[in-house]
């Protein structure tokens, strides 16, 4: 037996700059809970000057340039080694609609905690050339966790996740000319997931039974415990112009990967017996395309805009199936319905004095998540 449950959810962002981190969260809530909807493998944070000005693409010289634009290895020295690290503390706000339309409970849910993590490694070297720059790095573009109120309707969307999403990348790139360079990643990534939730099979034939007292549902609860971790791999490629003195452009293209999680579940009842067997998830990250300028009218000065485009309509539904029936389930279908996302953002750089520089950027992310869903 598959169940299709559907309901609605409100997303309340904090501030617009961890708007992303939020639906991130949102994310590890929605593997195989009813409907609870939101969008996101990779969050863009990586680095100083994306975390400054928010524009990259086109002069990305630091380390995290295998993540933004792989050409822009040319632009690193000889040899170094890069490390930074991204911690997101999301302001979250939860509104459950039932089937009619109707605010249930009336008031927000808060997680009882959220945060993210967003560490990267990585080391150049021109190896003894002028021209040639080789990266081994490593990094996760996506962890986070989160835990739920277990008194609260969203108990039956999950009490607690968390999503690592981590790469290994092997980079290359190479200054074709001083006014082109081209760059490109290998990556092997792996994926984990691991969250639990409320198990009750009459709120997953009826939705809105999860908004009933709890002592009406609770004799038939039970504790579902899932987990699953999978490995697969990514390319990306990327180019660098510099036509003029002044001016850069910079594009890049990230394949995506197709995602299967595959692990142990475990539903534990109240008297103490527990059923136990293996799921398997069926996710997709899909393909991004990346382009930048950045304008330098001055030495002090820099201006920048990037455009982001991510094909997320490929990712319609997710689709749990369990190696043998819980309580005659055989597995979780949870649609999706994603359209395609991009994002925009401009930024400005000043450097007053020697070794000091100032950014600055505005960003405007518009999410997968269809508006029925989905509310600001």
Known sequence: MEIIPCSWLSLRPGSRSIALAAKLVLLLLAGGAPAARASGFHNED????????FTVVARPDDGTTVFHNPAGLTLCPETCFYHSQSWFYASLGLRLYDSEGRLRPEHEISPDWNIGFLPFFGVISALGTESLRLGLSLYAPNAYGASLPDDEPTRYHATGALFVS???????AWAVSPRLSLGANLSLVHNYLTMSRIFNLAVLEQPDRRFDPPEQTR??????????????????????????????????????????????VVLKYQDGSEERTRQHTLLVIPFTLRAGVNWEPSPRFELGADIRYYHYQVFQEQRTTFD?????????????????????????????????????????????????????
């Open 324 to 376: 043998r029936p819980l309580k005659g389930q055989t597995g979780l279908v949870d649609a999706k319905s994603y359209d395609n996302a991009w994002n925009w953002s401009v930024g400005v750089l000043y450097r007053p004095l020697e070794g000091l520089e100032l950014m600055g950027g505005y960003q405007e992310d518009y999410t997968p998540i269809p508006t029925a869903t989905f509310t600001r």
């Open 46 to 53: 990586f680095g100083v000057r994306r975390m400054g000005m």
């Open 219 to 264: 004799a038939g609860d039970g504790t579902l415990d899932l987990e699953g971790s999978s490995w697969s791999h990514a390319w990306d490629v990327g180019v660098l112009l510099h036509p003029t003195e002044r001016l850069r452009l910079g594009a890049a293209f990230f394949s995506g990967s197709p995602v299967e999680l595959e692990g142990d």
């Open 166 to 172: 981590s790469r290994a990348t092997l980079s290359a």
